[in-house]
């Protein structure tokens, strides 16, 4: 009781600061927490007419449906893999991007730069996918046309099994690398700058300093935020995956989201594309609270 009527005695003498914070928990309630009274759909047959309520409940008929379905192994390998290499391939890359921005001195040079990689995160998926098939096309082509020039045959990268990972995990690091750096940059911004005056008392070179000070200061972050990004590992966008998949790669292509997206908005089975985007939040619930316990164990960092 002591602890709270602190906390109220001191959120009251900050109020204008914590009145900010009023927009960010209105938009969570409305958009977040709102919504999960529609959960009920996945346990009901849901009809326009009966509406949340009124329609009979159906138990877990949905969640047999799925599991029961030809492709549904097929399915959830495809989201793992998929979501598993864009977590371990670019979950590092915006921090790398962060560490070699901070080496920049030249202050126009860096903000050039950042600016240009901040630019892809707001550009739709359909402009990068139509950017990517007139920039990827073996028919005049300029990436083909350079490939060309060095007497290398064309080369089909979208709608080709062999290509297809690349293409998913690379569009999908330089349309978020930028963004995803802002935290890190913020990270670095923080650090003492004590320890690199220290670091190069002791004889550290840029190297060394980025080694022992740099990376140190942003793991609390990066930790936090690796436990985040795993509990989107049954997620793996069904914007991207929806444009850049295509019939030579639909069995690699199809994933949970694209899944429930095609059953819900174009089968009209909203009772069952809910029962399967419950089985994704299950898991990644699950997922994030055993990463959660293991990083408080291993490194002291957790989200709670």
Avoid at 116 to 139: A, E
Avoid at 161 to 172: E, K, L, R
Avoid at 206 to 213: G, K, T
């Amino acid at each position: 009781m002591i602890k709270n009527s602190v906390l109220m005695k001191r959120i009251w003498k900050h109020k204008l600061f914590y009145l900010f914070m009023l927009p960010g928990i209105i938009w969570f309630f409305l958009f977040s927490y709102v919504p999960l009274y529609g959960i009920q759909v996945a346990f009901r047959d849901y009809t326009f007419v009966g509406g949340f309520t009124g329609s009979p409940w159906a138990g877990f008929k949905y969640f047999q449906q799925f599991f029961n379905y030809y492709q549904s192994g097929d399915i959830i390998r495809n989201t793992v893999i998929i979501s598993l290499m864009k977590l371990l391939i670019g979950f590092p890359m915006p921090i790398i991007l962060a560490i070699l921005l901070n080496e920049i001195r030249m202050i126009r040079f860096k903000k050039t730069v950042q600016t240009l990689s901040y630019l892809p995160y707001f550009v739709s998926w359909i402009v990068v996918v139509t950017l990517m098939q007139r920039l990827l096309t073996p028919y005049g082509g300029p990436v083909n046309d350079l490939l060309g020039s060095f007497g290398t045959e064309p080369i089909q990268f979208l709608n080709n099994p062999t290509w297809f990972y690349q293409m998913i995990v690379g569009s999908d690091i330089w349309k978020n690398i930028g963004w995803n750096s802002i935290i890190f940059m913020a990270a670095i911004a923080g650090i003492d700058q004590q320890q690199y005056e220290a670091a190069k008392i002791d004889g550290a070179g840029r190297f060394q300093q980025m080694w022992h000070v740099t990376l140190p200061g942003i793991r609390n972050v990066a930790i936090i935020l690796f436990i985040l990004a795993v509990g989107n590992l049954m997620s793996a966008g069904y914007e991207q995956l929806l444009l850049l998949n295509g019939p030579a790669t639909a069995g690699m292509g199809s994933v949970l989201d694209v899944h429930a997206i095609n059953s819900g908005i174009r089968e009209g089975r909203l009772s069952y594309a809910a029962a399967v985007g419950l089985f994704q939040s299950v898991i990644g619930l699950v997922l994030v609270l055993t990463v959660n316990r293991i990083a408080r164990k291993v490194s002291d960092v957790s989200l709670f």
